[in-house]
Structure formats: structure tokens, C-alpha cells
């Protein structure tokens, strides 16, 4: 009696023990699902995308790797491939899809296959454009940017087009580069504006991005500028009204230099209190003859700041 009701005892126990045990494992397993299903965009070359709308730069003959789930197809220029794409001999745009079981794209890549920074003449111009000399770090290749290019995307809120160097405004391919940690700094810093309500615009208003170094040279900046290696935006917000000039975001009725500094403000206590993005260089800059107020922001992977 006793042995049954110890054995009886035993298995309740052990029934109970299994149950919590199995509600404890289905907690976690879903928790873990989720935590899958939030963080899993796919990854190229190793490096997960940070956002569905991303951008990709590859030498031409290089090996892409998409590592996606088994369920979700692999689509570039329009037809299925494998989980590997080797990039063309020839420098152009790519559409990469990651389109999932249900057919919906959950990831739309702009894959650049570069034209070589070897291909620069003598004279310092890639194909009839301009480059020049980089002082130091010459990058290996150039994304090339053809006439009907401007609204290609790189990142979920940013154009190609809005990147271009302010230089043979007639000639094409023009060539440019975009840097992925910035623009990690710059979608991170406009969805903040827009979630604290100070302005609804769907981009910032990029008023130099790319610079080639004998464009650098010719307007006077810094010897080893970050525009050069697309890794520096200049921008301002200006949809209120869209008017080419910085929008009155502290809201005393004038475009000055405070506005630019509010700016400025808010993106470093921004850039300060995350990890989520990298640290970089911010400049707040008052008007002049030819541009209003404006915001340096770049990528160099250390805090630095000016102007303020
Ligand atoms: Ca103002």
C-alpha cells in the first residue's frame, strides 16, 4: 500500500515536474521564435542586413553568399539563384530580393558591383570622370552611377542619387560611394526626429554626400575628408516648408544657425546614449552666401565633434 502510494506519489510528482518543465521549455521555445522571427533578416557575406532595404558593394568576380531560411528563395535581377552569386566582370547595379514561403520580398538589396580604382588613368578620371589623387586609403573600387540611377536605393530612407559629387553635372557613369555605417547614423538619428514628433520628413536633405578628392580639393576642405570614401553626409531637414534651407525645427521663427545646433544637440545625446549604431564625427555649420545651416554627420568609427 504503502509502495503504491509512494510509486503513485512519485508519478504525480514526476507528471507535475514534467508539465512545469514542458511549460518552461514552451516559454522559451517561443520566446526564442520570436527573438528569431524579430531579428532574422537575411545575411550577405556574413554580415546580417540591418534593415529589409539595404545596399551591398562587391569587386567585380566576387563571391556573394546569401544566407537565408530554407523556406525563402533567393532572387536576383528577377531569376531564383542559389545561396552564392559571383558578381560579373563588369561594374553595375544588381537587384538582390529575398522573397519568403508566402512570395512576399523581405529583403531588397542593391548589390554594386565596383568599377576598380585600378581602371583610373593617368590623369586621375575613371571612364571620362573626374576622381583625382586620394592623399592616403585610395578605395578599391567606385560604385557606377548611370543616368536613370538616382532612385536606386541604399538604405530604407536614402537614394543613390541624393550622394552624388556636385561635379560634371553632364557626364556619365559618374562614380560615388556610400558607406553602410553611416547610413546606419543617419536612419537611426531621422527615425528618432520623427518618433519625438520634430519633423515628418521621409529623408534628410543631403547637401553633400560623396566628394571626389579633386572636387575636395577645388572647394576647399579638409585634406583626408570623410566625403571622399562616401562615409560624410552634410544635411538638413527641410520638408516644412521644402524650400532648400534648413527647417525651422526649434521653432522661434528663424532659419539660423540655432536650428542647425538643435540639430546637432539632438543627435549627439542620440549618438551618446546608443550602441546601436557606431560612433562618428558630428559638425554644426551656420549659413552662408550659398547654403543655409546645416549638420556634418559621418562614420569614422570615434566620437568626434565641431562647430558647437
Ligand atoms: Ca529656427
Given at each position: 500500500m504503502f509502495d503504491r502510494f509512494d510509486h503513485d506519489g512519485r508519478a504525480l510528482c514526476d507528471k507535475v515536474f514534467s508539465v512545469i518543465r514542458n511549460a518552461i521549455f514552451l516559454i522559451f521555445a517561443v520566446f526564442l521564435g520570436f527573438e528569431a522571427a524579430a531579428q532574422e533578416l537575411p545575411a550577405i557575406n556574413g554580415h546580417i542586413l540591418p534593415y529589409r532595404t539595404w545596399h551591398h558593394l562587391v569587386m567585380p568576380g566576387d563571391i556573394v553568399t546569401i544566407a537565408a531560411k530554407p523556406d525563402e528563395r533567393i532572387v536576383m535581377d528577377g531569376e531564383t539563384v542559389g545561396n552564392a552569386w559571383l558578381a560579373p566582370d563588369q561594374a553595375g547595379t544588381h537587384r538582390l530580393e529575398v522573397v519568403n514561403g508566402q512570395g512576399d520580398a523581405i529583403a531588397e538589396v542593391s548589390v554594386f558591383v565596383l568599377e576598380p580604382s585600378a581602371n583610373i588613368d593617368a590623369r586621375g578620371y575613371l571612364n571620362g570622370y573626374r576622381i583625382g589623387t586620394y592623399p592616403r586609403d585610395t578605395p578599391i573600387g567606385f560604385i557606377k552611377f548611370e543616368d536613370a540611377d538616382s532612385d536606386i536605393a541604399v538604405s530604407p530612407s536614402f537614394r543613390l542619387g541624393q550622394f552624388l559629387c556636385k561635379q560634371q553635372p553632364e557626364h556619365f557613369p559618374k562614380y560615388l560611394l556610400v558607406s553602410g555605417t553611416n547610413l546606419e547614423r543617419l536612419e537611426y538619428l531621422l527615425a528618432d526626429l520623427k518618433s519625438e514628433g520634430l519633423t515628418n520628413a521621409d529623408t534628410f536633405f543631403v547637401m553633400s554626400g560623396f566628394r571626389t578628392p579633386a572636387y575636395n580639393t577645388t572647394i576647399g576642405s579638409?585634406?583626408?575628408?570623410?566625403h571622399m570614401y562616401g562615409d560624410a553626409a552634410d544635411v538638413y531637414l527641410d520638408?516644412?516648408?521644402?524650400?532648400?534651407v534648413m527647417d525651422d525645427i526649434n521653432g522661434d521663427g528663424m532659419i539660423t544657425k540655432a536650428d542647425a545646433d538643435y540639430f546637432f544637440d539632438h543627435a549627439l545625446s542620440l549618438f551618446t546614449a546608443t550602441d546601436k549604431v557606431k560612433p562618428g564625427g558630428l559638425g554644426s555649420y551656420k549659413a552662408n552666401a550659398v547654403h543655409g545651416p546645416f549638420v556634418h554627420v559621418d562614420g569614422r568609427g570615434r566620437p568626434a565633434r565641431w562647430g558647437r
Amino acid at each position: 500500500m504503502f509502495d503504491r502510494f509512494d510509486h503513485d506519489g512519485r508519478a504525480l510528482c514526476d507528471k507535475v515536474f514534467s508539465v512545469i518543465r514542458n511549460a518552461i521549455f514552451l516559454i522559451f521555445a517561443v520566446f526564442l521564435g520570436f527573438e528569431a522571427a524579430a531579428q532574422e533578416l537575411p545575411a550577405i557575406n556574413g554580415h546580417i542586413l540591418p534593415y529589409r532595404t539595404w545596399h551591398h558593394l562587391v569587386m567585380p568576380g566576387d563571391i556573394v553568399t546569401i544566407a537565408a531560411k530554407p523556406d525563402e528563395r533567393i532572387v536576383m535581377d528577377g531569376e531564383t539563384v542559389g545561396n552564392a552569386w559571383l558578381a560579373p566582370d563588369q561594374a553595375g547595379t544588381h537587384r538582390l530580393e529575398v522573397v519568403n514561403g508566402q512570395g512576399d520580398a523581405i529583403a531588397e538589396v542593391s548589390v554594386f558591383v565596383l568599377e576598380p580604382s585600378a581602371n583610373i588613368d593617368a590623369r586621375g578620371y575613371l571612364n571620362g570622370y573626374r576622381i583625382g589623387t586620394y592623399p592616403r586609403d585610395t578605395p578599391i573600387g567606385f560604385i557606377k552611377f548611370e543616368d536613370a540611377d538616382s532612385d536606386i536605393a541604399v538604405s530604407p530612407s536614402f537614394r543613390l542619387g541624393q550622394f552624388l559629387c556636385k561635379q560634371q553635372p553632364e557626364h556619365f557613369p559618374k562614380y560615388l560611394l556610400v558607406s553602410g555605417t553611416n547610413l546606419e547614423r543617419l536612419e537611426y538619428l531621422l527615425a528618432d526626429l520623427k518618433s519625438e514628433g520634430l519633423t515628418n520628413a521621409d529623408t534628410f536633405f543631403v547637401m553633400s554626400g560623396f566628394r571626389t578628392p579633386a572636387y575636395n580639393t577645388t572647394i576647399g576642405s579638409a585634406k583626408y575628408s570623410r566625403h571622399m570614401y562616401g562615409d560624410a553626409a552634410d544635411v538638413y531637414l527641410d520638408v516644412d516648408p521644402r524650400d532648400g534651407v534648413m527647417d525651422d525645427i526649434n521653432g522661434d521663427g528663424m532659419i539660423t544657425k540655432a536650428d542647425a545646433d538643435y540639430f546637432f544637440d539632438h543627435a549627439l545625446s542620440l549618438f551618446t546614449a546608443t550602441d546601436k549604431v557606431k560612433p562618428g564625427g558630428l559638425g554644426s555649420y551656420k549659413a552662408n552666401a550659398v547654403h543655409g545651416p546645416f549638420v556634418h554627420v559621418d562614420g569614422r568609427g570615434r566620437p568626434a565633434r565641431w562647430g558647437r
